[in-house]
């Protein structure tokens, strides 16, 4: 693989470093010098430039995506189609992917959880209307950036409506554990793959596992043929069934049974926010499913199974007496129990929710001592506190709720804060690389080998460190341990000096003795429960360790006791009538997201802090709309430098055009042509009524959205008609 690092594509594009590596494509961060901006450049490998088939998967990519624009879809820039060489140059997000945040989270809250999958189906939709199938929807092509916005990304194996169907041959394009049946299959593919796609992604993210594990690639298509899911809740109880029975009704096997477009799935999704307790009256056909057998090539080939009857056998008389008597037995008792309930005052099985905040969260102690509630847990760092210690509950303590039907979500305290492991530590030396770790509040233990002749031959300089565990880009808790392995300092031309003790000292006396002894000093400074203000807690090179005369090294200074405050900011919404996600982040952390109307109103938040320099964001639709520094140390807390920023609705994306709502007619009963009219009369879009199967000369037996309630002007409609007088 050819490394374009340092080079300059077509005198403009100068390429920085590798930020990512693909079956087909190296992607690099690079520097656009004529626009002045930072971008992604996606290279095609190549050992494919001479494969046509990779060369037109990567030409269809750049084709999918110039089409596309939209919040939730990372933009293309420019694109070339060399000879020697094809890239696609493309925003350059700060963020790391959804499969990393699953990793990190193991199970992701449900409600944060749905607030990612409506961002991605509001980009699928964007590329469904412009009929474009992405056919690769997995979390790790999904980027989550530290404003909680969500982009889509790697449209390589895309395809427009009306170009190819098959995609499958020999072996599955697109990651097996998330290609849809029909995928698998190597049927004709269209829209509904990609939410099928999406019901895998919800699935991982609120469970923790895949609905369908193997070693064996070809068993894992074989399972999403043949093997229904565990559901959701068997897994993760806490999932509120209205979640769970979105998920399986978008990973139905059969395709017309699912949802019939991403904007269908979004309008339950936002049902459920409006409602978390709710129930969907969803019924799933029970047919015999299609047998597949793997083939020697290791692709799938189906095999369809008939209702026919061999001319050998004989049919079957069913008696349908009994199953009638018993349903209707069956109905008599559950109206009899019911009416019994009634009586005896058993209907009502509403109680108050306790006041959970302030206790220390134990799963045992909960399960034992609250095991008529359900309870879903979500971490907070909070120093301030003991860890486990409950903050915030929803719902609130007093509320009556039907503890069957009601999940309590606990937010509970966390000490522990992460830190990723810098990258080119590697190589650099020993000191510098103590002093950063140390910087990271990370503690190192020293693994010294020998300075041979074979380093020296090799040019490596002594004290350069040749291996650190975690390893670069890893991400530890603070306060854990690091091992770095160096070469001994021990040469003929370096003078080394034992590092002293400063433990115990001042500030001023550590700096005097390390300054007389040889060293460069750089101060930086914690908070510590145990070390006096201004007294040193440590220094990055350990006691007696012999380092280089003059090398730099970091004291980390005591500020005394941590005081974590609370501070209320306010802030004046933008009046523009529609829906907004509102997020804030504290420090590049998130710490709230929401759907709000943008009604000019007043939208507070409370944070918490300790810094004196900590840095506020808020941003309306994934735009910044108010920035802000906070100054914790201060009593009461100061907020300074306020920046309010101009917000304007993007026209390009969805998030400005779903909030018009018009009342869905009755068209139940109507021709496709009247019906046609009576919705764009409505006010609907016309580009997005879908009539199945698009014939004329029938009525109209079935709609979604049903009659009579409000919905998106820009929702997808779906006509099922009678085909009884065409047969």
């Known amino acids: 693989m050819q490394n374009y690092v340092g080079k300059r594509l077509d005198g403009r594009y100068e390429i920085r470093e590798i930020i990512g590596v693909g079956g087909m494509a190296v992607v690099y961060k690079a520097y656009d010098n004529i626009d002045d901006r930072i971008v992604a450049v996606k290279i095609l490998k190549e050992e494919f430039l001479a494969n046509e088939e990779f060369r037109r998967r990567f030409k269809n990519e750049s084709k999918a995506i110039a ?77 989550l950036l530290e404003n909680g916005v969500i982009k889509v990304t790697d449209f390589g194996i895309a395809r427009f409506f009306a170009s190819e169907t098959r995609t499958m041959t020999d072996s599955a394009i ?130 369809e199974v008939n209702d026919t009857v061999d001319e050998d056998d004989e049919p079957e008389t069913k008696n349908r007496t009994i199953p009638i008597l018993i349903g209707v037995i069956a109905a008599l008792v559950i109206l009899l129990v019911a009416g019994i309930s009634l009586v005896l005052g058993l209907g009502d099985k509403t109680v108050k929710v306790p006041d959970f905040i302030g206790k220390e969260y134990s799963e045992e102690l909960f399960e034992k001592e609250y095991s008529d509630f359900v309870f879903t847990v979500t971490e907070k760092l909070d120093t301030a506190v003991t860890p486990n210690t409950i903050l915030e509950q929803t719902p609130a303590k007093g509320e009556k709720i039907n503890p069957e039907k009601t999940v309590i979500e606990l937010v509970i305290a966390t000490g522990k804060e992460m830190v990723t492991i810098p990258s080119e530590l590697k190589g650099k030396d020993y000191v510098t690389v103590r002093n950063t770790l140390s910087d990271l509040k990370l503690n190192v233990i020293d693994k010294e080998l020998p ?7 090799s040019g490596v300089e002594p004290g350069t460190v040749i291996d650190i565990t975690p390893g670069s880009g890893e991400k530890v808790y603070i306060n854990s341990t690091v091992t770095v392995t160096y070469l001994s300092y021990n040469s003929n031309n370096v003078e080394l000096v034992p590092m002293p003790d400063v433990t115990g000292l001042t500030n001023d006396g550590a700096t005097q003795l390390l300054r007389s002894s040889g060293f460069v000093v750089s101060i930086q400074y914690d908070y510590d429960d145990t070390i006096k203000k201004d007294y040193v807690i440590k220094g990055s090179v350990p006691k007696d360790t012999k380092i280089p005369k003059g090398s730099e090294v970091t004291l980390t200074v005591s500020l005394g006791v941590k005081v974590v405050q609370n501070v209320s900011i306010n802030v004046s919404l ?55 520094d906070i100054d914790f140390v201060s009593v009461p807390g100061e907020i300074k430098n306020i920046s309010l920023y101009t917000y304007e609705e993007d026209t390009t994306t969805e998030t400005t055009t779903v909030e018009t709502l018009v009342v869905m007619p009755d068209v139940l009963g109507d021709t496709p042509e009247d019906a046609r009219q009576k919705i764009v009369a409505a006010g609907f879009n016309e580009d997005l009524i879908y009539i199945n199967p698009s014939t004329t000369g029938s009525v109209v037996v079935k709609q979604y959205p049903p009659a009579g309630l409000q919905y998106s002007s820009n929702a997808r409609i779906n006509i099922s008609l009678d085909l009884g007088e065409l047969n």
Not at 257 to 263: K, L
Not at 451 to 457: A, D, G, Q, R
Not at 585 to 591: A, C, E, F, G, P
């Open 67 to 143: 089409v596309l624009s939209h919040m939730n879809i990372v933009k293309v820039f420019d694109v070339s189609y060399g000879d020697r060489l094809q890239y696609i140059v493309m925003e350059y997000v700060e963020g790391i992917t959804l499969k990393e945040y699953i990793q990190q989270q193991g199970v992701v809250n449900h409600r944060e959880a749905v607030f990612f999958i409506m961002q991605v189906l509001r980009a699928l939709q964007h590329a469904h209307d412009k009929g474009i199938v992405h056919r690769d929807i997995k979390p790790q092509n999904i980027l």
């Open 174 to 303: 697109g990651s097996v554990h998330y290609i849809s049946p029909e995928q698998a299959r190597g049927d004709v593919t269209n829209d509904k793959a990609d939410i099928y796609s999406v019901g895998v992604m919800l699935y991982e993210m609120l469970t923790g596992k895949l609905p369908f594990e193997s070693d064996n690639t070809v068993s894992v298509a074989i399972m999403q043929l043949q093997k229904d899911p565990v559901m959701p809740r068997e897994i993760n109880p806490q999932i509120p069934i209205g979640v769970e029975q979105i998920i399986i009704k978008a990973m139905q096997k059969n395709p017309y049974d699912r949802y019939q477009s991403a904007a269908e799935m979004l309008l339950d999704l936002e049902e459920f926010r409006r409602n978390p307790s709710i129930k969907f009256d969803y019924s799933y056909a029970n047919n015999e499913p299609t047998k597949y057998i793997p083939n020697v090539t290791g692709s799938v080939t189906a095999y």
């Open 451 to 457: 300075y041979t002749s074979e380093y020296e031959s």
């Open 574 to 628: 933008p009046n523009t009538g529609s829906l907004g996600s509102v997020t804030v982040s504290l420090d590049s952390i998130m710490v709230s997201s929401e759907t709000v109307t943008l009604d000019g109103s007043s939208y507070s938040v409370e944070v918490d802090g300790y810094k004196s320099d900590s840095n506020l964001k808020l941003f309306i639709n994934g735009k910044v709309y108010y920035t802000c």
